[in-house]
């Protein structure tokens, strides 16, 4: 479909934003739905412009990446309550000048976990103290999972776990004790320093799910070792989909192309 007066406009902000895939997946899924919208990769320094210009242009929607998922929060007229809690938002539904801020990362980690086991009553382990544990942690808790976290730096864990409130492990002893899935959240693995993995190859004996949300390399050594021990596995490509999937339904309100939107990833990942 053509760009026309009847286009509507959706759009990620950030900084930068040329890498982003988003413009990608959401035009091969506005297109395959046959939906007169397009989506475009914003540069934004100054955030409060932009908020002021998404709604002064009538722009439909937005994702938000680093740097401005914390900033965008003081802008918006409403914030979804588990946004609210996670203290980030990545997604903008815009209606009638009135913005919402929502936070699909959650919402995609926990569908891409859920396809491997259900997640109410199960114990999780997440691996990383940084923005995407926070979104992991509060989302898995919010489906009833029991979660642990494990991290290396102690005071910035312990102060996230305090936030959640669970319990907290070095790093170290992560894989010691049995638990139904462990996800990756922290960066060890991705490239270049691909021969890293957070955890030690003994851990996989008691661990039957592993998450990496890593995705560049989308075999990370974790995913590797964790196949070869025979665990089932779920790689970052699943919650980078799922995030996308939850957004294009937030805006459309329709069932999103799955299939379409994973091949766009594959595409580069795969
Ligand atoms: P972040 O906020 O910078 O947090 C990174 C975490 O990794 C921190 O907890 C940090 O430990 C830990 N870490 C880094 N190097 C480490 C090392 N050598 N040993 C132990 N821990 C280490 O990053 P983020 O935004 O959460 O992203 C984390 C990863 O997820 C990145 O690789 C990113 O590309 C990926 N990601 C994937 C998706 C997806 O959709 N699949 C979405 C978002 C992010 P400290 O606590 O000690 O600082």
Redesign the pocket.
């Known amino acids: 479909m053509g760009i026309d007066g009847a286009t509507e406009l959706y759009g990620i902000i950030g900084n930068p934003v040329a890498h982003s895939l988003s413009p990608a997946m959401h035009n091969a899924a506005f297109q395959a739905l046959g939906l007169n919208k397009v989506y475009v990769a914003f540069p934004v320094a100054d955030v409060a412009g932009a908020m002021t210009g998404l709604r002064a242009l009538g722009v439909k929607g937005a994702s938000v990446t680093i740097p401005h998922k914390q900033a965008v929060i003081p802008f918006l007229d409403a914030i979804d309550p588990v946004a609210a809690r996670i203290g980030a938002v990545n997604t903008l539904v815009v209606e009638e000048g009135i913005i919402r801020g929502l936070n699909t ?1 959650w919402v ?1 980690a926990n569908r891409a976990l859920a396809e491997a086991l259900p997640l109410a009553g199960k114990t999780i382990l997440v691996l ?6 926070r979104a992991i942690g509060f989302g898995l808790l919010e489906e009833g999972a029991r979660v642990l976290l494990a ?3 102690p005071e ?2 312990r102060k996230l776990a305090s936030e959640l409130g669970i319990d907290w492990l070095p ?1 170290a002893e992560a894989g010691r004790n049995p638990v139904d899935a462990v996800v990756n ?4 693995g ?1 490239a270049p320093a691909v021969d ?1 993995s ?1 955890l030690p190859q003994a851990a996989f004996q008691k661990v039957p799910v592993v998450m990496d ?4 390399p989308l075999t990370t050594r974790l995913l590797r070792e964790a196949r070869e021990a025979g665990c089932q596995t779920v790689d ?1 490509l699943a ?2 989909l799922y ?1 996308g999937v939850a957004q294009f339904e937030a805006w459309t309100g329709l069932a999103a192309p799955v299939d379409v939107m994973r091949e766009v990833l594959m595409k580069r990942f795969g």
């Open positions: 990362d995609g990383g103290a940084g923005g995407s544990a991290s290396r730096t910035k864990g790093l959240a922290t960066s060890v991705m890293a957070p949300i890593v995705y560049s970052g919650m980078l995030q």
